[in-house]
């Protein structure tokens, strides 16, 4: 029969030779065991005899399992599960299960699921763009050429013409083709911009921001405070498309007087903002839709966060937080 001694040598071998980390501590909240993958996940310093019985809580440093751990030991214990938890430069799965004089934590690394899920989104957001990008070539170099072979040839008929009515209706013809070549550069525009390509977002959302307010209808303040080439190109693009995307819902949907729009590098992180005056959205709404599905999708993508606040009267605030990737850095 094994000595609790030697019971202990045998738990202490078998997870130090599992892939999670493991921690356990007891009611006071002293740590009774740990292994070095929970060190190593934890950016904990040092070797597992350094750890056991310290208190748990000085040793954890990511807050929404710290709060967890703090309400085991000072309400009730209960079992908890945190997915995708972002903890320095990984990923991780942090499950708490009840014992009977404490709690075990598990860690599970999983960044390199996540970072494959997201590489896949932006292969998948990188195959989009290059077909936009297509079809804007396509707009810009054959069909609006077209469009003015088509208003010389109207003209053409026109200067041989007697008929006063006949040149009057097709006067009308060729009013009825300008307008549809401005919503055919509109749309080339739309689907890829110049300015995107030439210079970079800042660039680009300027002058995306004056078009709307140029139009009378809603003013869009505008501000940033990094320049264009600062960020890589995957990600001028994708926050771009997140922008575009938050300002057309604003635009449909909100009845809204001002839109601000704000880029901006704060503490290494990027902050945009997009916020409208108008109607506001019920709560229930203000993550559906297809459009936020693809905001949300390139969100994830990117490692950020999104957060919209909004409610019926009061406009809608989107908030969306990336790790800084630049060409500095």
């Known amino acids: 029969m094994k000595t609790n001694t030697e019971a202990i040598h045998f738990l202490h071998a078998l997870v130090s030779n599992v892939d999670s980390g493991i921690v356990s501590f007891n009611i006071e909240g002293y740590i009774t065991l740990i292994n070095k993958k929970a060190l190593e996940y934890l950016n904990i310093y040092g070797d597992v005899g350094d750890v056991i019985d310290k208190a748990v809580l000085d040793i954890i440093n990511i807050e929404e399992l710290h709060k967890l751990i703090y309400n085991c030991l000072t309400k009730s214990r209960k079992n908890f599960h945190l997915s995708n938890v972002l903890h320095d430069d990984r990923y991780l799965i942090l499950d708490g299960k009840k014992l009977l004089d404490g709690m075990l934590l598990s860690i599970t690394d999983i960044t390199a699921d996540v970072l494959a899920k997201d590489r896949a989104t932006q292969s998948l957001l990188l195959g989009q ?11 810009h170099d054959g069909v609006g050429p077209n469009m003015s072979t088509l208003k010389l040839q109207i003209d053409s008929i026109k200067r041989k013409l007697n008929d006063n009515d006949a040149i009057s209706a097709l006067d009308k013809v060729n009013e009825a083709i300008s307008e549809i070549a401005t919503d055919i550069r509109q749309i080339s525009h739309d689907l890829m911009p110049s300015s995107l390509i030439d210079f970079g977002v800042v660039t680009a959302l300027s002058n995306f921001s004056n078009r709307i307010t140029e139009t009378g209808e809603v003013q869009v303040v505008y501000n940033s405070n990094i320049e264009d080439g600062y960020l890589t190109k995957e990600h001028e693009l994708n926050i771009f498309r997140i922008v575009q995307e938050l300002v057309n819902n604003a635009l449909k949907y909100s009845k809204c007087g001002t839109i601000e729009i704000s880029l901006q590098e704060v503490e290494n992180k990027l902050i945009i903002a997009v916020i409208d005056d108008g109607d506001g959205m019920e709560a229930d ?15 994830d993508s990117l490692q950020g966060t999104i957060s919209i606040d909004s409610e019926k009267g009061n406009g809608v605030s989107a908030i969306i937080e990336l790790p800084i990737k630049s060409n500095e850095k």
């Open 129 to 139: 763009e290059t077909e936009r990008k297509r079809l804007a070539k396509e707009i």
């Open 285 to 299: 709404t203000s993550k559906s839709g297809i459009g936020l599905h693809n905001i949300n999708s390139r969100v």
